[in-house]
C-alpha cells in the first residue's frame, strides 16, 4: 500500500469527531513514515504521523487546531480497503488524547 501524494476527504464521522466532509487530507510516504496534513470544515490546521504495516494499517498520532482555537490531539488505527475503481478508503477508529478522551470511528476516501 502505498499513500504517498495521496488526497482523502472525510465521508463519515462519529459525532464527537471534528473532521467533516469538507475536511482535506494530503498524505506523503517514505518508507514505512506517513505523514499529513489536513485542514476544512472545523479544523483550522492539522497534522499527522503514522507507521505503515505490510498490509497497509496506519498506527498514527494526529493533533489540529479547530476553529475556535483549541487544539486537540488523538490516537487512529486505519485500516485500508481498495475500492472498486483503485481508490483507497480507510476505516478509522480514533480516540482523543485530549479533552474528554472519548472514541469514535471514521470513513476517509481518496478522491
Not at 13 to 21: D, K, R
Request: glycine share 12%.
Amino acid at each position: 500500500m502505498n499513500y504517498n501524494k495521496k488526497t482523502f476527504r472525510s465521508i463519515s464521522n462519529t459525532p464527537n469527531g471534528e473532521v467533516s466532509g469538507d475536511t482535506i487530507f494530503h498524505y506523503v510516504q517514505t518508507g514505512n513514515i506517513v505523514t499529513a496534513t489536513y485542514a476544512g470544515g472545523g479544523i483550522a490546521e492539522g497534522h499527522l504521523i503514522a507507521l505503515v504495516d505490510e498490509m497497509g494499517n496506519l498506527d498514527m498520532r494526529y493533533h489540529h487546531v479547530n476553529l475556535q482555537g483549541v487544539l486537540q490531539t488523538g490516537i487512529c488505527r486505519s485500516v485500508p480497503e481498495m475500492l472498486p475503481d483503485g481508490r483507497i478508503r480507510l476505516q478509522e477508529t480514533w480516540q482523543w488524547t485530549s479533552g474528554d478522551g472519548s472514541s469514535g470511528s471514521s470513513v476517509v476516501e481518496e478522491f
